[in-house]
C-alpha cells in the first residue's frame, strides 16, 4: 500500500500519537508489506535506516500501533506475532509448512451469519476466516498432498 509521509503524519495525529522517525519507518514498512511480518522483520528492514534503533523499540511500536487501530496482531497458530496494516476486512490462508499467511479478499466471507448455537447473549464483533493447507512449493518439497475429504 502505498502512503505518503503526509498521510502517516495525519493518521498518527487523529490518534494521539507522536510522529517519530522510527515510528513513521516501523509503519511504512509495515504498510508495504504483504507478508505479514513479525517484530524481528521489521527490525531487520528498518535497522539499517535507524543503526541505534533496538527491537524492543520495534515491540513498543508495534503495540502502541495495535493499540491505536492502526495495524492488526495476526497470530493465527503461529509462535511469533505477525502484524498487518491492511485494515480491509479480510481473511487469511495459511501455510502449514512454510507458515506463510496471504490475505483471502472474498466479500462473501465478510457476510456470514452467526453460526447455530451461539448464547443468544453473546455480542459477535467480528470474525475472521482461516483456510489452512499446504502451499504449492510446500507440497512439492515434502512430496505431501492433503486429505481432502477430512474437514476441520
Keep these: 500500500m502505498e502512503i505518503s509521509f503526509s498521510d502517516i503524519k495525519r493518521k498518527f495525529q487523529e490518534c494521539g500519537l507522536k510522529t ?87 466479500p462473501r466471507l465478510n457476510r456470514l451469519t452467526s453460526p447455530f448455537g451461539i448464547p443468544k447473549d453473546f455480542e459477535i464483533t467480528g470474525h475472521q476466516v482461516v483456510f489452512r493447507g499446504l502451499c504449492g512449493s510446500c507440497r512439492r518439497h515434502t512430496g505431501r498432498s492433503i486429505n481432502h475429504s477430512s474437514s476441520g
Excluded: W
Design 20 to 106: 517519530t522517525p522510527q515510528r513513521t519507518a516501523i509503519y511504512d514498512a509495515l504498510l508495504r508489506s504483504t507478508a505479514h511480518p513479525t517484530a524481528e522483520d521489521l527490525f531487520v528492514k528498518v535497522a539499517p535506516q535507524f543503526p541505534m534503533m533496538s527491537l524492543n523499540t520495534v515491540y513498543y511500536t508495534l503495540g502502541v500501533l495495535r493499540t491505536s487501530g492502526l495495524i492488526h496482531e495476526v497470530n493465527i497458530g503461529h509462535t511469533r506475532a505477525r502484524f498487518d496494516a491492511n485494515l480491509t476486512p479480510h481473511h487469511h490462508l495459511i501455510c502449514l509448512g512454510c507458515q506463510t499467511i496471504v490475505d483471502v479478499m472474498d
